[in-house]
Structures are given as C-alpha cells and as structure tokens.
C-alpha cells in the first residue's frame, strides 16, 4: 500500500519561499498521480496542483498558477512543491495524495493521503 509522508512547511513572510516534500514508500511513485492539497482554518480542503502519472502533464489551481511548480524526483520516489512569492492567504495545512486515475481536484477523487505540513505566511 502507498503510503505519503510531506515535510518542508514553516513560518515565512509575505514575498517567501518554500520547497515541500512528498517521499513515498511501499509502491513506486511514479505509478501514480499525485496531487497536492491545502486547507486553512475553517475552509475547506481544495486542490493547488497535480502531475499525471498518465499523460505527464502539471496542473495548477487559478489562484497559484505562476506562483508554485509541481515536480518529481523517481529516483528518490519523491514529489516536490516549489512555492515562491508567498501571500498570507496561502497559509494553511498542505497534503499530498496518490491515485492511479488522471488528476482531480476533488478529495474523494484520491485513495492515499499524507498527514500534512503547516505552511503559515505572516509578518
């Protein structure tokens, strides 16, 4: 079973960077669509970015395009979130998840989750 562990959130201010991880382990990476997600307080979950593991195409959320870019390292089994020009409402919990299917920006959309990292933008 595919199992997602993300790190690399902190505390950064308004204008920031920050690369998030995604390592997996118990199945090869890139078998598998991953898709990243955030939450903030009292929002609900919505989809930021997704790379195919079909057609190898990236996607990106409206309100992040320009700002973040999705890759993958299958050497190291792991994909990453580079963040750049960091506003405060991009503050919250960030996760990544895996399916076998072509990206969805849905929740329900992806079988396996990671447990989250907090990224939190502020002066």
């Known amino acids: 079973q595919l199992q997602l562990v993300e790190s690399g959130g902190g505390l950064v201010q308004p204008g920031g960077s920050l690369r998030l991880s995604c390592v997996a382990s118990?199945?090869?990476?890139?078998?598998?669509?991953i898709a990243w997600f955030r939450q903030a307080s009292g929002k609900e979950r919505e989809g930021v970015s997704c790379?195919?593991?079909?057609?190898?195409?990236?996607y990106y959320a409206d309100s992040v395009r320009g700002r973040f870019t999705i890759t993958r390292d299958n050497a190291k089994n792991t994909v990453y979130l580079q963040i750049d020009s960091l506003r405060p409402e991009d503050t919250g919990v960030y996760y990544c998840?895996?399916?076998?299917?072509?990206?969805?920006?849905?929740?329900?959309?992806?079988?396996?989750w990671g447990q989250g990292t907090q990224v939190t933008v502020s002066s």
């Open positions: 790379s195919s593991s079909r057609d190898g195409s990236a």
């Open positions: 118990g199945d090869t990476l890139d078998s598998y669509t």
């Open positions: 998840a895996g399916d076998d299917r072509l990206c969805k920006w849905t929740v329900n959309g992806y079988d396996y």
